[in-house]
């Protein structure tokens, strides 16, 4: 290739990149800098004060430990949010890949009749908007007493996180290859032996990938919660929606911090995966 | 070391027209080594899933030592399965891959790991207990997933295609490790090939299938010399076939009167067919010969190594005949000679 | 096989009850709704008038049309600029190069992002007092935040546009890259070898090659960005309106009559989605059944 090209190329890919970070940038000066005046690029000054204001960090002079465990005992909203956000997330997830597991496997290892029915059936909210659903299924779950409810929340959030969970596992399944299973049978292990020393590992990697990716559909679900918990269940999205529609920036940036660390988490530990190798490299693969 | 009994064994399947398996029978001695031969797709490792207990049948029984073990479930049958493509599990090193079964019985490690050790000996390959499959050879691996069901002490070994993914060269080693190993440790076992040549050089007994149907039940040599039926003959190689009517003594066919001294012929139909294997033909340019011999010309010539293959063609039926090539008289292309199918070597069966 | 149907019954049963009871009941209901039966405040026949308001009334009409206007402009420059950058991208990216790993990772650093971050994030960066504006002022191009033009909250959905296309570009990125990954540089060396140079090769090879996933991708863009409504409740203004904000407000709002109109524009936004849907799988058979 020609070499001016070359450095071009590499340079705007610099450049794309640079743009892709700005916001990342910008919710750092947010949120450590409280006056932070038009026309400044740099802040004049750290400060702590948004963080302080979402009493996330004790105020100057006791910041000790104990200070720290203090100010969180006395239940801040935020870490309320973070805590409902996280036992919501986890919830979904385990409860979608165990009652996903079964079907999975059945879709991803035979052929029946209306295999692709039923694969429509679940492919659908995956493509459909929320708002399609939501608002019918609201009126319902508040007549069944399920709405404001820690319940009703986990229940619907079941919506997006299913089909994505059941499909890929089913994508895992169909890359397994179930002579495994009978090998292990054949050779005295039981069927639990069987799902915990053969289907379990073949299955793991592609399965921990899924139940990251679902936990972060649950995890950022705004309109869903924001309807079914009826302003009873606050989570982080609410969190920082409201904040952002209240403008004060120092305290979205500091919120939305929090919000994005376990997607940045998420995908630094999965990268390997998402690059297309994860059919490859979950289920044994047929031999 | 166990006695088989496979008794009027079907099993169906949705979207097949006929049964995958259709009552099969088979009875196997103690320490038999028999194989399930037939082309793809007649059922054979559908019976291999039966027997472990993976697939249930629609009907008939399957018998260890006159017990019943349908009623079992798989993993306490001790009926051992060797999968086409090994499946040794790829994230256990071979070690614990050969003490799988001892692992899950819950024997002590100390017993388990002696054990393997000695199956691995067993197969020739003491020093690779650390390795994953990944690192070994498609015939190690072969081995390894042999050691690994030895060590069970299976009542039963089911070996699925054993041979069929290795190159030529390890196929006969692996063929004379396996008959050696089963021989020694007396173990009753049952194989499955499409190969007739394997078949007739592994097995004491062969089960030929077709269509889920079993045809004939016996030893290799048997399905050479006295065919069941004529794609039975043709199977096992059989290039030679002449339809015939029965009459009292003797048969007519196209080229003319053929006898034979065959014992069961109260059997045959008054249409059957006779065969002959192309090595049991005699030609020659004078005729020599006292009965079953007429003239023919010779269509081509092939010379391989130390057999020579004529085609040969007699008022339009074709035969082939294979000569020893030391020795040869000179016949050639389009030669007349006289044809020879003696009486002794002629195999007559209903169609 | 008796045993096996019921296995695969009762696997599958599960999860499509739930989906069937929360998903497919949540819509008949919603359908329900806004053909007029709400018991709850004494209505019990059924009519259309909701969709007639909606789509024809002189209070509802323009505020509809025009946010349907909006809709399909915003999907369709924000799907195809990502699709576009996007592949860009993945090209570059592809030969080795200095940091890398650390740009395909920033590339992909929006697919796991929140949409609503990412809106928040557009903000910041986009407004006349944001980080862009404050660095125009550094460089002296711009002298007030006046000068720098209305990204953020303006009536052509730009905001909303740089918000899919952050978070969707990276979606485009990865799949692209595993694709381009997958099929090697063969095909186009082997291109190149038949005398094709470097825009044959991207026109005759490349795009041809990664159309069907770009476009796949591109639907479930599309429909996302259709019916979604954090980013425009955030970014848009009260008018034109986008339709999923318009729908969610309607059925908030304190009048429980307007609830219909909300339910009933709920349901024409998934009626266009799944229009859109089932003309991309008509495609797709058509294409495959030609190859
Ligand atoms: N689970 C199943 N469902 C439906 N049909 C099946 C099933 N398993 C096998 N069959 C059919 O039953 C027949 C016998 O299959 P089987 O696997 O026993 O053949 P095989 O003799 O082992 O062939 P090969 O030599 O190719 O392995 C085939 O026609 C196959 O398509
Ligand atoms: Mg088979």
């Not at chain 2, 064994?9 to 006929?18: A, E, P, V």
């Not at chain 2, 073990?69 to 049958?77: A, D, F, G, M, N």
């Amino acid at each position: 290739m020609n070499q001016n090209l070359k450095k071009i190329n590499i340079y705007s890919i610099y450049l794309g990149a640079f743009i892709l970070v700005l916001p990342i940038i910008a919710f750092f000066i947010n949120a450590f800098s409280f006056r932070w005046f038009y026309p400044q690029l740099i802040p004049k000054e750290l400060s702590m004060q948004a963080w302080v204001r979402l009493k996330l960090i004790p105020r100057e002079g006791s910041r000790t430990l104990e200070g720290f465990l203090d100010l969180w005992a006395t239940n801040p909203t935020v870490i309320k949010a973070l805590i409902n956000s996280l036992t919501i997330g986890f919830v979904v997830t385990i409860v979608s890949i165990i009652i996903a597991l079964p079907a999975a496997r059945v879709l991803g290892l035979f052929n029946f009749k209306f295999k692709k029915l039923i694969i429509f059936l679940m492919v659908s909210p995956t493509i459909l908007p929320p708002i399609a659903f939501v608002l019918g299924l609201n009126i319902n779950f508040i007549s069944l007493g399920f709405s404001g409810s820690f319940f009703g929340v986990c229940l619907v959030h079941l919506v997006p996180i299913m089909p994505y969970v059941v499909l890929t596992l089913t994508g895992i399944f169909a890359n397994y290859n179930p002579d495994f299973e009978y090998q292990a049978r054949t050779l005295g292990a039981n069927k639990f032996k069987t799902f915990y020393l053969i289907t379990l590992p073949a299955i793991a990697p592609g399965m921990v990938v899924a139940a990251l990716f679902a936990f972060l559909v649950s995890w950022s679900q705004y309109l869903l919660t924001f309807l079914i918990g009826a302003g009873k269940i606050m989570t982080l999205p609410l969190l920082v929606f409201s904040t952002a529609s209240s403008g004060n920036p120092a305290l979205t940036a500091a919120i939305s911090i929090i919000f994005i660390f376990p997607a940045i988490l998420i995908l630094f530990f999965t990268s390997k995966f998402v690059s297309g190798e994860s059919s490859a490299t979950s289920g044994f693969g047929k031999i | 070391m166990t006695e088989v009994n496979i008794v009027n064994l079907i099993k169906n399947f949705s979207g097949m027209t006929r049964p995958a398996v259709d009552n099969i029978s088979i009875n196997i001695q103690n320490g038999e080594l028999i194989a399930l031969l037939g082309p793809s797709g007649c059922g054979k490792t559908t019976i291999l899933k039966m027997i472990t207990g993976l697939l249930t049948p629609d009907n008939g029984d399957i018998l260890l030592d006159n017990q019943s073990i349908l009623s079992v479930p798989t993993e306490k049958r001790n009926v051992v399965m060797v999968f086409q493509n090994y499946l040794l599990f790829p994230y256990m090193n071979v070690n614990e891959n050969v003490g799988f079964s001892l692992k899950m019985k819950g024997d002590d490690p100390k017993v388990i790991n002696k054990r393997v050790q000695e199956m691995l000996e067993l197969v020739k390959l003491p020093d690779i207990g650390e390795r994953r499959p990944k690192q070994l050879s498609g015939g190690q691996q072969q081995r390894v997933a042999l050691a690994r069901a030895l060590i069970a002490n299976p009542r039963l070994l089911l070996l699925d295609e054993p041979l069929s993914n290795l190159d030529a060269h390890l196929r006969d080693e692996m063929r004379e490790l396996i008959t050696s190993i089963q021989k020694k440790l007396g173990v009753t076992c049952m194989f499955v090939t499409h190969d007739q040549e394997e078949a007739v050089l592994l097995a004491d007994k062969i089960a030929l299938i077709f269509d889920g149907k079993l045809q004939n039940f016996a030893e290799p040599k048997e399905f050479y010399e006295k065919p069941i039926n004529v794609s039975a003959a043709k199977f096992f190689g059989g290039v030679n076939f002449i339809e015939l009517n029965k009459n009292t003594n003797y048969f007519d066919s196209s080229i003319g009167k053929i006898i034979s001294n065959q014992k069961n012929v109260d059997e045959l139909h008054s249409k059957c067919i006779a065969t002959i294997r192309p090595e049991n033909i005699k030609i020659s340019r004078e005729n020599i010969y006292q009965d079953n011999f007429f003239k023919g010309k010779i269509k081509s010539v092939i010379f391989s190594g130390t057999h020579t293959r004529y085609k040969i063609v007699i008022n339009n039926l074709n035969l082939e005949c294979s000569l020893q090539s030391l020795g040869i008289q000179n016949i050639n292309k389009e030669d007349e000679v006289f044809v020879n199918l003696p009486k002794d070597k002629i195999w007559i069966m209903n169609d | 096989m008796g045993g096996d149907k019921t296995k695969i019954i009762l696997s599958i049963t599960p999860p499509l009850l739930i989906i069937i009871l929360l998903f497919y009941g949540g819509i008949f209901y919603g359908l329900v709704q806004s053909l007029g039966y709400q018991p709850a405040i004494g209505k019990y026949e059924i009519n259309f008038d909701a969709y007639y308001n909606i789509l024809f009334s002189e209070r509802y009409a323009k505020l509809f049309w025009t946010g349907l206007a909006l809709n399909l402009w915003v999907s369709f420059v924000s799907t195809f600029l990502a699709a576009v950058l996007a592949l860009f991208a993945a090209l570059a990216i592809r030969k080795t190069f200095f940091g890398k790993t650390v740009c395909n990772f920033i590339y992909s650093l929006n697919l796991p992002m929140p949409h609503l971050v990412v809106a928040v994030g557009i903000i910041f960066v986009f407004s006349q007092s944001g980080l862009l504006a404050r660095m125009l002022a550094q460089l002296n191009i711009i002298s007030s935040p006046g000068d720098f033009p209305v990204l953020v909250k303006d009536k052509y959905g730009v905001g909303i546009i740089l918000a899919y296309i952050w978070k969707e570009s990276a979606f485009f990125f990865i799949i692209l890259m595993s694709v381009l990954q997958s099929l090697g540089e063969n095909f186009e060396e082997l291109a190149q070898s038949l005398g094709a140079n470097r825009w044959q090769r991207f026109r005759y090879v490349i795009l041809p090659l990664v159309m069907p996933s770009l476009f796949s991708a591109s639907i479930i863009v599309f429909a996302f960005s259709f019916g979604a409504y954090e980013v425009p409740a955030l970014l848009g203004v009260i008018y034109p309106q986008m339709l999923p904000v318009m729908a969610f407000e309607f059925f908030l709002n304190p009048d429980l009559n307007a609830r219909s109109e909300g339910m009933a524009l709920s349901i024409i936004i998934a009626l266009i989605v799944m229009i859109l849907v089932i003309i991309y799988f008509w495609l797709t058979q058509t294409r495959i059944r030609k190859d």
